[in-house]
Nanobody, 115 residues
């Protein structure tokens, strides 16, 4: 299993970013995918989750209405569209999936929201 995140960077408050996670090594279309984030000094937290065919999504309360998770099973890629970014969204963002009770993580991509 390999998960490679991209798209992070520095953005001003109120700005937008789209993260991507390219997956390989497993049947991507068969598994739910999630985005987590970890801010300095804090525990890793769930941001958003999407089912295998994308029919159901759920979000952390802190990002509802601002973030959108989506997937393209033809491209083996999951996305996180982030709008109206706030300084408290600053964190390393990870994509992840659970296969046979083993959770796999990407290397993460840094998102910094600052003026």
């Amino acid at each position: 299993v390999q998960l490679v995140e991209s798209g992070g960077g520095l953005v001003q408050p109120g700005g937008s970013l789209t993260l991507s996670c390219a997956a390989s090594g497993f049947t991507f279309s068969s598994y739910p995918m999630s985005w987590y984030r970890q801010a300095p000094g804090k525990e890793r937290e769930l941001v958003a989750r999407i089912t295998s065919v994308g029919g159901y999504t759920n979000y952390a309360d802190s990002v509802k209405g601002r973030f959108t998770i989506s997937r393209d099973n033809a491209k083996n890629t999951v996305y996180l569209q982030m709008n109206s970014l706030k300084p408290e969204d600053t964190a390393v963002y990870y994509c992840t999936t659970l296969i046979s009770r083993a959770r796999s993580w990407g290397q993460g991509t840094q998102v910094t929201v600052s003026s």
